[in-house]
Nanobody, 124 residues
Framework: QVQLVESGGGLVQAGGSLRISCAAS????????LAWFRQAPGKEREFVAA????????YYADSVKGRFTISRDNAKNTVYLQMNSLLPEDTAVYSC?????????????????WGQGTQVTVSS
């Protein structure tokens, strides 16, 4: 099973940008879908974006489309989430997930591996 380690979270002002990273190891990454989810206090975990590692096809939640970009670096086995025009409602713990049998991108249960999460806080 692949191991995932996130990094790059922090505090940013509304309207600012932040890039978080997810380093993957220990498995055949090329066949996976890697995704970002987030969970704000008192709310359910929600899908943010996903990328099919073999061809780079990307998918986004409507709430972040046009503001966030998911990408990958094949040489580093790393997936990034570039977040621009951040809003206070983007504040959450962002977690990286990986799955080889993902049917529904936004379904938490479709992902077998999870990172520990990284906190992103957007101040108003």
């Amino acid at each position: 099973q692949v191991q995932l380690v996130e990094s790059g979270g922090g505090l940013v002002q509304a309207g600012g940008s932040l890039r978080i990273s997810c380093a993957a190891s220990g498995g055949t990454i090329s066949s996976l879908i890697l995704a970002w989810f987030r969970q704000a206090p008192g709310k359910e975990r929600e899908f943010v974006a996903a990328i099919r590692y073999e061809n780079g096809n990307a998918y986004y939640a409507d709430s972040v489309k046009g503001r966030f970009t998911i990408s990958r670096d094949n040489a580093k086995n790393t997936v990034y989430l570039q977040m621009n025009s951040l809003l206070p409602e983007d504040t959450a713990v962002y977690s990286c997930a990986a799955g080889s049998r993902v049917i529904i991108l936004r379904a938490v249960s479709d992902y077998a591996s999870w990172g520990q999460g990284t906190q992103v806080t957007v101040s108003s």
